[in-house]
T-cell receptor, first 116, second 119 residues
Framework: GAGVSQSPSNKVTEKGKDVELRCDPISGHTALYWYRQRLGQGLEFLIYFQGNSAPDKSGLPSDRFSAERTGESVSTLTIQRTQQEDSAVYLC??????????????FGPGTRLLVL | AQKITQTQPGMFVQEKEAVTLDCTYDTSDPSYGLFWYKQPSSGEMIFLIYQGSYDQQNATEGRYSLNFQKARKSANLVISASQLGDSAMYFCAMREVNAGGTSYGKLTFGQGTILTVHP
């Protein structure tokens, strides 16, 4: 079946502009996660959705970052007034049910964001 | 303090040899899960192996095994019979149980180790 998909695959924007990144999780996966990976670094957790609600937003770096999920499916990560330090790969993952210690998170290919 | 520490920025191994990638972790939870992911140059994250804190035996998945030493808080990945296709970045990650007693699923990652396999 289809895996996690993300769009766009690459995004170049100017400092100060807003960007929207999209994630389509694996069908039926109730849990969805956003991570950020700066060049040569590990993944940093941003936000976790269980269904359409976000019980853990602790990783969002500032109020310029927000995310929503609708229909227990697609999620959008929005970065307002982008800064150069926002340049990174943004990875989305999904799993089910989202509460099992052992469950595997399946990652999408990521969106590579470059802020000029 | 770092939750996950991978002290080897880069490792080299000869094809067909075994290699160990180090990972130490820090948690006060009695229940937690440890994961290893592989990230080739293409950027995708590939799940390799899982070890639960209460598992009695070390996890194994094909050529991958996990040397789990709970008292030392280490979870080293051992790759046997290395292949050229094993060249990639490897991440150790941990999932902890939240205050409510159920896992929220968030993974905390280390900084990664770049493995290069030489022919």
């Amino acid at each position: 079946g289809a895996g996690v998909s993300q769009s766009p695959s690459n995004k170049v924007t100017e400092k100060g502009k807003d960007v929207e990144l999209r994630c389509d999780p694996i069908s039926g996966h109730t849990a969805l996660y956003w991570y950020r990976q700066r060049l040569g670094q590990g993944l940093e957790f941003l936000i976790y959705f269980q269904g359409n609600s976000a019980p853990d937003k602790s990783g969002l770096p500032s109020d310029r970052f927000s995310a929503e999920r609708t229909g227990e499916s697609v999620s959008t990560l929005t970065i307002q007034r982008t800064q150069q330090e926002d340049s990174a790969v943004y990875l989305c993952a999904s799993s089910s049910p989202g509460t099992n210690l052992k469950e595997t998170q399946y990652f999408g290919p990521g969106t590579r964001l470059l802020v000029l | 303090a770092q939750k996950i520490t991978q002290t080897q920025p880069g490792m080299f191994v000869q094809e067909k040899e075994a290699v160990t990638l180090d990972c130490t972790y820090d948690t006060s939870d009695p229940s937690y899960g440890l994961f290893w992911y592989k990230q080739p140059s293409s950027g995708e994250m590939i799940f390799l192996i899982y070890q639960g804190s209460y598992d009695q035996q070390n996890a194994t998945e094909g050529r991958y095994s996990l040397n789990f030493q709970k008292a030392r808080k280490s979870a080293n990945l051992v790759i046997s019979a290395s292949q050229l296709g094993d060249s990639a970045m490897y991440f150790c990650a941990m999932r902890e149980v939240n205050a409510g007693g159920t896992s929220y699923g968030k993974l905390t990652f280390g900084q990664g180790t770049i493995l290069t396999v030489h022919p």
